[in-house]
């Protein structure tokens, strides 16, 4: 079994940051794209930001300059530093995995549980 484990959200005052931070474990051969998405009640989940196992990011235009992921391979564990927080970035915030497992046919999509990210004006 693979899991995907969030931690960091919280409440913040605009202007603030916080760190989300999502770990991986079980029987994990191989972890290709990471990323962190968000969803608004009753909207479609969209990418926040993304990474490659080989370190290539790219970010929503909403949240350039002010969030950086970044992973590290060894613990299997991406990390989203969002600075510059605004209301509109409460929402949220799901982790996901590209990952084949140990006993697995191929790669497939895995996601973490959810994380609430509140900001206040």
């Known amino acids: 079994q693979v899991q995907l484990v969030e931690s960091g959200g919280g409440l913040v005052q605009a202007g603030g940051s916080l760190r989300l931070s999502c770990a991986a474990s079980?029987?994990?051969?191989?972890?290709?794209?990471m990323g962190w998405y968000r969803q608004a009640p009753g909207k479609q989940r969209e990418l926040v930001a993304a990474?490659?196992?080989?370190?290539?990011?790219n970010y929503a235009d909403s949240v350039k300059g002010r969030f950086t992921i970044s992973r590290d391979n060894a613990k299997n564990t991406v990390y989203l530093q969002m600075n510059s927080l605004k209301p509109e970035d409460t929402v949220v915030y799901y982790c996901?995995?590209?990952?084949?497992?140990?006993?697995?046919?191929?790669?497939?999509?895995?996601w973490g549980q959810g994380t609430q990210v509140t900001v206040s004006s």
């Open positions: 079980g029987s994990i051969f191989s972890i290709n794209r």
């Open positions: 996901n995995a590209n990952i084949l497992p140990v006993h697995g046919s191929g790669y497939r999509d895995y």
């Open positions: 990474i490659t196992s080989g370190g290539s990011t």
